[in-house]
């Protein structure tokens, strides 16, 4: 039988990204080496141009960690660029949760504000968002 104390050894961080529609939940769990999966693929399943998967794992190459990790992400929402750049921010929220040495580096390279960015609503009379019907004198 498991006791309680035991099964806490296994110990990860869970932190949550957003971009847009994007949100992604990521898992990180000191490892033996580096292991990304996300969505149950890995990560060069998922992303299968080379400029996502470096959005999405940059906040690693950053921070040049000598500590290996396994990573879990559940990511829903949005488009593929957008899914990226929420793991980069889950991945990242999730690092500062494990040393908080490693705020200053992220913070400066950009990745733990969220993007807010996002697409503005239609309005009612207007063809989108902002573009309205062409006036016609008659």
Same mark, same amino acid.
């Given at each position: 039988?498991? @006791?309680?104390k035991?099964k806490?050894?296994?110990?990860?961080?869970e932190? !949550?990204? #957003?971009r847009?529609?994007? =949100?992604?939940r990521?898992? =990180?769990?000191? +490892?033996a080496?580096?292991?990304v /999966?996300i969505?149950g693929?890995? !990560?060069?399943d998922?992303?299968? @141009?080379?400029p996502?998967?470096? @959005?999405?794992?940059e906040a690693?190459?950053k921070?040049?960690? @000598?500590t290996?990790?396994a990573v879990?992400?559940v990511?829903?929402?949005?488009? =593929?660029a957008?899914q990226a750049?929420a793991? #980069?921010?889950? /991945? +990242?929220?999730a690092l500062i949760?494990?040393d =908080?040495n490693?705020?200053?580096a992220?913070k $400066?390279e950009?990745?733990?504000k969220?993007d807010p960015?996002? $697409?503005?609503?239609? $309005?009612?009379?207007f063809?989108k968002a #902002?573009?309205r019907?062409?006036?016609?004198?008659r």
């Amino acid at each position: 039988m498991v @006791t309680t104390k035991e099964k806490t050894e296994e110990r990860y961080i869970e932190a !949550v990204g #957003r971009r847009k529609t994007a =949100i992604a939940r990521a898992r =990180i769990t000191p +490892s033996a080496k580096t292991a990304v /999966i996300i969505n149950g693929k890995d !990560v060069n399943d998922y992303f299968v @141009t080379e400029p996502l998967r470096v @959005t999405a794992l940059e906040a690693f190459l950053k921070v040049s960690l @000598t500590t290996q990790f396994a990573v879990k992400v559940v990511v829903s929402g949005g488009g =593929i660029a957008g899914q990226a750049t929420a793991v #980069r921010h889950a /991945i +990242s929220r999730a690092l500062i949760e494990y040393d =908080i040495n490693l705020r200053g580096a992220l913070k $400066k390279e950009g990745f733990l504000k969220r993007d807010p960015r996002a $697409k503005e609503r239609r $309005k009612f009379g207007f063809v989108k968002a #902002r573009k309205r019907k062409q006036w016609s004198k008659r």
